[in-house]
């Protein structure tokens, strides 16, 4: 997919706010931020179930599914903010140089390379937390014994 994108660094015609979208979107940064956003989501969530104890449980329920539907409303405002973030952060000349490099050949094969990190790293750490959650697990028992 990045491969074929026409980035349009170069594009005088491009508005200060494209260039920063496409760049967030080329280093996936704003997929990162939509996780972000979910997961605050989720907390903003449980702490309005855990603060609305003796609630009625359709009550409760029908107040988290408008709280669902009226929070993402609010997403596009924490993107534009992060965009001009970004934009005040990094500048221009910093964008336009970052996304010249994401359309050159170096950067196409960053991207693909990146692409192809995430994907084995999602099999190491998955590797990796069950070896290491088994180690922990038998050391925890044995000093669980040891104690006894």
Same mark, same amino acid.
């Given at each position: 997919?990045?491969?074929?994108?026409?980035?349009?660094?170069?594009?005088? @015609?491009?508005?200060?706010?494209?260039?920063?979208?496409?760049? #967030?979107?080329?280093?996936?940064?704003?997929?990162?931020?939509? &996780?972000? $956003?979910? /997961?605050?989501?989720?907390?903003?969530? &449980?702490?309005?179930?855990?603060?609305?104890?003796?609630?009625?449980?359709?009550?409760?329920?029908?107040?988290?599914? =408008?709280?669902?539907?009226?929070?993402?409303?609010?997403?596009?405002?924490?993107?534009?903010?992060? &965009?001009?973030?970004?934009?005040?952060? #990094?500048?221009?000349?910093?964008?336009?140089?970052?996304?010249?490099?994401?359309?050159?050949?170096?950067?196409?094969?960053?991207?693909?390379?990146?692409?192809? =990190?995430?994907?084995?790293?999602? &099999?190491?750490?998955?590797?990796?937390?069950?070896? $290491?959650?088994?180690?922990?697990?038998?050391? $925890?028992?044995? @000093? /669980?014994?040891?104690?006894?």
């Amino acid at each position: 997919m990045n491969e074929q994108m026409n980035i349009g660094a170069n594009d005088a @015609r491009a508005e200060p706010a494209e260039k920063i979208i496409k760049l #967030m979107s080329l280093t996936r940064f704003t997929q990162i931020l939509s &996780q972000i $956003a979910q /997961a605050l989501h989720q907390q903003n969530r &449980q702490s309005i179930a855990a603060n609305s104890v003796g609630a009625e449980p359709e009550a409760l329920e029908a107040t988290l599914k =408008l709280f669902d539907e009226e929070f993402k409303t609010e997403t596009p405002v924490l993107m534009a903010t992060v &965009q001009a973030l970004y934009g005040e952060v #990094m500048g221009e000349d910093t964008i336009d140089a970052a996304l010249a490099f994401y359309e050159s050949e170096a950067g196409q094969a960053f991207l693909a390379s990146g692409q192809q =990190l995430e994907a084995r790293l999602q &099999q190491v750490a998955q590797a990796w937390a069950k070896a $290491a959650g088994k180690a922990a697990f038998d050391r $925890a028992l044995k @000093r /669980a014994s040891d104690a006894e």
